[in-house]
């Protein structure tokens, strides 16, 4: 089975903050993703990677940046919190199928 | 802008019953098709994904794609209580990336 893990379940951080998200999975998988899910707005791609040091904007990539120094961990990062980054974020890891497998969420709250 | 559309419910059906869940896309380039199950407070899961026309079945789901009219659907039989939840489409978008509905809310009544 794919494992895919999130550093945290909830986070609450304050405005201005910088915050980091990591995801690390462990499946030798290329491609993972950021996405976050907000109520009415459903989900929606913040950054990806192919590969190692390989990154692409998503959709909303506006107020956050990545890094994946090695295969199995990818992180989201906040480089200064603001209170509409308020969200649930999730991480993915690829199949070869190009199915995707989904980490359990962190819950962010920014204050 | 590459679309998935899903009615977002919810669909009410006994215990016991099929629920057909639908989903329409705009991408006629769409190759592969994902159905996920969501819980209230918790992360996608992946049920099952289909890329050729016809019926794929996986125990009690059976997925339908039909690339012509563009239109895919998942089918569940003998609908339990634990399967209410909310099922996403997503539909891959050529760049290794995925394209979700916004999903349809399924609840299933004792």
């Known amino acids: 089975d794919v494992k895919v893990t999130q550093s945290s379940r909830y986070l609450v951080k304050r405005t201005g903050e910088k915050v980091f998200l990591e995801c690390v999975q462990d499946m030798d998988h290329e491609n993972m993703f950021w996405y976050r899910q907000d109520p009415g707005l459903g989900l929606r791609l913040i950054y990806f990677s192919y590969d190692v040091k390989m990154k692409e904007k998503g959709d909303i990539p506006e107020g956050y940046s990545v890094s994946r120094e090695k295969k199995e961990r990818f992180s989201l990062i906040l480089e200064s919190a603001s209170t509409n980054q308020t969200s649930m974020y999730l991480c993915a890891s690829v199949g070869f199928a190009y199915e995707q497998y989904f980490g359990p969420g962190t819950r962010l709250t920014v204050t | 802008q590459k679309e998935v559309e899903q009615n977002s419910g919810p669909l009410s059906v006994p215990e016991g019953a099929i629920a057909s869940l639908n989903c329409t896309y705009s991408?006629?380039?769409?190759?592969?098709f994902f159905w996920y199950r969501q819980y209230s407070g918790k992360s996608p899961e992946l049920i099952m994904f289909i890329y050729s026309n016809g019926d794929k079945e996986d125990g009690r789901f059976t997925a339908q794609l039909n690339k012509a009219s563009q239109y895919v659907s998942l089918l569940i039989r003998d609908s339990q209580p634990s399967d209410s939840a909310t099922y996403l489409c997503a539909v891959d978008t050529g760049r290794r990336a995925l394209t979700f509905g916004s999903g349809t809310r399924l609840q299933v009544q004792p």
């Open positions: 991408d006629r380039g769409s190759q592969s």
